[in-house]
């Protein structure tokens, strides 16, 4: 008898239930929207387990950026290709960029570069912008090569993923 009553007043006043269930599932969901999509690495682990030991000690000595490089790709010449990881190097919150080997056409390149900060770090994310915004633009407007940049880590929590606000002629 009670779920006859229900369903009556529910027909006979549909939207204020409807309000009141989509007003639930928003508060419900409101969570999700700061939640960090970014892939986890051992240095969430806890400290006494013995992948955080191995984690720490490789952070030590390789730079907590050492599990998460970012993956800059650029098409161009040569000369592009070695400006980029020369710009990488001078770039603040990167600590290391490797040379850029070509694909078996030359036409593209790939430089790896490791950032001072972790995956999780919001640095990381911060230096994703600014090479988006900044480093990498400049660099394009030199060279006439077009550069992107990803990192498998870090994507998922950039706002944006892969491209967002990255100029169409930067987008692979």
């Known amino acids: 008898m ?3 009553r229900l369903a009556s007043a529910v027909q006979r006043r549909p939207l204020p239930v409807l309000l009141a269930a989509g007003v639930a599932l928003l508060a419900l ?10 892939f986890a690495d051992a ?8 992948s955080r030991k191995a984690y720490d000690l490789l ?9 998460g490089p970012l993956l ?3 098409r161009g010449d040569t000369d592009a290709a070695e400006q980029l990881r020369i710009g990488l190097a001078r770039t603040a919150g990167i600590a290391a960029a490797t040379p850029p080997p070509p ?3 030359g036409a593209v390149f790939t430089v790896i570069a490791f950032p001072t900060t972790s995956p999780q770090d919001a640095s990381t ?3 994703v912008h600014a090479l988006r915004a900044d480093v990498l633009p400049r660099l394009s407007e030199r060279t006439g090569a077009d550069y992107l940049v990803s990192n498998v880590k870090t994507c998922g ?3 944006g993923g892969h491209t967002e606000g990255v100029p169409s002629r930067m987008i692979l």
Not at 29 to 38: D, E, F, K, T
Not at 43 to 50: E, K, Q, R, V
Request: proline fraction near 12%; avoid cysteine; aromatic fraction near 4%.
């Open 125 to 127: 994310a911060g230096l």
């Open 59 to 67: 952070a030590e000595g390789l730079g907590a950026g050492f599990d």
């Open 103 to 105: 694909s078996p056409d």
């Open 29 to 38: 969901s409101a969570p999700a929207l700061g939640m960090p999509l970014g």
């Open 43 to 50: 240095g969430n682990d806890p400290a006494s387990s013995t």
């Open 157 to 159: 929590s950039v706002p």
């Open 72 to 74: 800059v790709v650029g």
């Open 2 to 4: 009670r779920w006859r």
